[in-house]
């Protein structure tokens, strides 16, 4: 239902909300050894997300009776993920470009914010519309 | 996951930087530490950082934390100077193996990874409350 009314943008606002997760990730792991900074492919993703539509709410979860109820899971965004290419490689071993990923994270925040404003003319449409303005 | 749980992972990188920021304090106090001997003169600590791991999925999406401090491997400096106080029988003193320069860049950069992470966290709490507004406005 809820998924009709906003279109693509409900999927959108999660993986850009899972894209923030993993770029703070990256930026909390500046420092760390090895580590590798990752990036969510968001084309991907979106395109994963909006064509599967209802199905993806169900994961697989083992029902031992036909009683059990469903579960409701939200979808999850890690079959995306994918490794930067660094610009320069540290000796650690360490892919995080503070920069880079500073960038990115700022790029992906005004995305949400835009995604947020779609969903709120939306509701404001909609409640226009029950309110009869 | 959540908006909340970037916060979690800046609080976990703020919190390693103020651990690295501390050992760097730790290190330029005890640049003097003059001792008689090898064993007792202070050593340069270094904190290691490591990822977290999620335990349900394995990957490194929780943020950072301090795996070890090491001490620092490097020679101590052996000076020859027998009429200091702590000098050996054969009239040498040991002073740490703390490098002053090494260690102001260390302290640079660890609080520009903590700014970075306060923004992060800003930018989240922004995003956060504006999703918590939907809809009123």
Excluded: C, W
């Excluded at chain 1, 050894?33 to 991907?44: E, Y």
């Excluded at chain 1, 993703?45 to 059990?68: C, E, G, L, V, Y």
């Excluded at chain 2, 730790?26 to 090898?38: C, E, F, G, K, P």
């Excluded at chain 2, 290691?48 to 070890?68: A, M, S």
């Amino acid at each position: 239902m809820s998924n009709s009314i906003f279109g693509i943008h409900e999927s959108a606002l999660l993986v850009r909300r899972d894209r923030a997760e993993v770029l703070a990730n990256n930026l909390a792991n500046a420092d760390t050894p090895n580590f590798k900074a990752r990036d969510i492919d968001f084309r991907q993703a979106i395109h994963q997300f909006s064509s599967q539509s209802d199905s993806r709410f169900k994961p697989d979860m083992h029902r031992t009776n036909a009683r059990h109820l469903e579960g409701f899971a939200e979808p999850s965004t890690s079959d995306f993920l994918k490794y930067r290419m660094p610009t320069q490689p540290s000796l650690d071993g360490n892919t995080v470009e503070a920069h880079i990923e500073k960038a990115k994270f700022a790029e992906n925040a005004m995305q949400y914010q835009a995604t947020l404003e779609f969903i709120d003319s939306r509701i404001k449409s909609i409640s226009g519309a029950l309110k009869g303005e | 996951m959540s908006l909340f749980n970037i916060m979690d992972i800046s609080g976990t990188g703020m919190h390693v930087q103020t651990i690295r920021l501390n050992t760097v304090a730790s290190n330029m106090a005890n640049v003097d530490s003059i001792s008689s001997n090898a064993d007792e003169t202070y050593r340069s600590k270094q904190p290691v950082f490591q990822t977290i791991l999620d335990q349900r999925t394995g990957e490194p999406r929780n943020g950072v934390r301090v795996k070890e401090i090491v001490e620092s491997q490097a020679p101590l400096k052996m000076e020859y100077s027998p009429n200091h106080p702590m000098a050996n029988e054969e009239g040498y003193i040991f002073r740490p193996n703390v490098n002053v320069v090494e260690e102001m860049a260390n302290m640079m950069s660890a609080s520009q990874t903590y700014q970075t992470n306060v923004e992060v966290l800003n930018t989240s709490k922004q995003l956060l409350l504006r999703t918590i507004q939907l809809g009123k406005g």
